[in-house]
């Protein structure tokens, strides 16, 4: 009898339900060595991990890029590369400092794009006063890599009393976004999709969320962050619940969703809760500060930060939802592959 074969399948790249089961089988499980000291580390699945050095914490990312298409509205694949890893960083509460990055090419693409995608690299990199201190770069045959792929690696520190993980989340907590949800993802998933948008106002909020992040923690009282990338806001506050051991509470009527993206949901059937945002934070914050943060970012710019739910007691990692009509649903993992090579 022949046996079945298991095969990999684009949901376990996709950031949901798939891919934390298989990372958990292959990885985690199997490595014995998965920290440093009392770091974050390789079990914690955090935004970044962490080397204790004395009082400071050096906070270490890495990530791989392979957006479809390489340009879009708002963005590139070099743009996305670099704030993805500084937002990794920012979001443990550190400063980034530097990053590295690697780039595989494929045989035949075009050199203007690649002077582009690399102009677009150096310029976001030193805006955010990041240095690039290395890299390495491959070329591949024809057809045996899609246009490019960009691994980059970040690192930054933190003080030990200022770092900030995903699973600090306590009860009566206030939950915030830093702006309008699903901008990327929307983005991204129209361009696949074959549809038009350069007559449109819809584009990818791709961009640092270093600010924000100050502005918050600035105010004290931040208890968790996460960057909401693939499997968007759903995914991320999940894994917030889930590791916190806490239930999440949200208002349907009180998160920042632009019209535009609801449009493109609606027509392609998606709902925005899942779609990759590239620019926000996802902040857990004390409900003595929650007003005071989102006020300071609301004069900083970040006009649609607000806060969209809270934290409770009860079915320890669930998130529900209330919606506009009164009823009460489960917002779940992400499952499948919603939107293959969004970042």
Do not use: W
């Not at 609801?262 to 914050?285: H, K, Q, S, T």
């Not at 007003?291 to 300071?296: F, G, R, S, T």
């Amino acid at each position: 009898m022949m046996h079945e074969r298991k095969l990999i399948s684009l949901s376990h790249g996709a950031g949901g339900k798939e891919m934390g089961e298989l990372l958990r089988e292959l990885i985690i499980s199997k490595v014995k060595m998965s920290g440093f000291e009392e770091g974050i580390g390789l079990e914690d699945m955090d935004d970044s991990s962490t080397i204790p050095l004395g009082d400071i914490h050096v906070t270490v990312t890495t990530d791989s890029y392979t957006v479809n298409p390489v340009f879009f509205p708002g963005g590139d694949i070099g743009k996305l590369a670099v704030t993805g890893t500084i937002n990794d960083l920012a979001v443990m509460g550190a400063r980034p400092l530097a990053i590295v990055d690697a780039m595989v090419v494929e045989e035949g693409f075009p050199m203007d794009d690649l002077k582009r995608i690399v102009s677009s690299m150096i310029h976001t990199a030193e805006g955010e006063g990041v240095a690039l201190i290395g890299g390495d770069f491959k070329v591949m045959p024809r057809k045996s890599l899609d246009k490019i792929i960009i691994t980059t690696s970040g690192i930054g520190i933190v003080s030990r009393e200022a770092l900030i993980t995903d699973s600090g989340l306590r009860p009566g907590d206030k939950i915030i976004v830093t702006g309008t949800i699903g901008e990327h993802g929307a983005t991204i998933l129209a361009l696949q999709s074959g549809i038009d948008v350069g007559g449109t106002s819809l584009r990818s909020d791709c961009a640092s969320i270093v600010e924000a992040m100050k502005i918050a923690l600035e105010l004290g009282g931040v208890h968790a962050a996460k960057d909401p990338t693939r499997g968007g806001l759903a995914m991320a506050l999940n894994e917030m619940a889930r590791k916190s051991k806490v239930m999440i509470v949200l208002e349907e009527e009180k998160i920042p969703i632009r019209d535009e993206v609801r449009m493109y949901c609606e027509m392609l059937g998606i709902d925005p809760l899942y779609l990759a945002c590239e620019g926000r934070a996802v902040i857990g914050a004390s409900s003595e500060v929650a007003d005071d943060i989102v006020q300071k970012l609301n004069k900083a710019g970040y006009k649609d930060a607000t806060v969209i739910g809270e934290v409770r007691k009860g079915r320890e990692g669930y998130v529900l939802l209330r919606t506009v009509v009164g009823g009460i649903r489960i917002v779940e993992p992400p499952t499948g592959e919603l939107v293959p090579r969004i970042c």
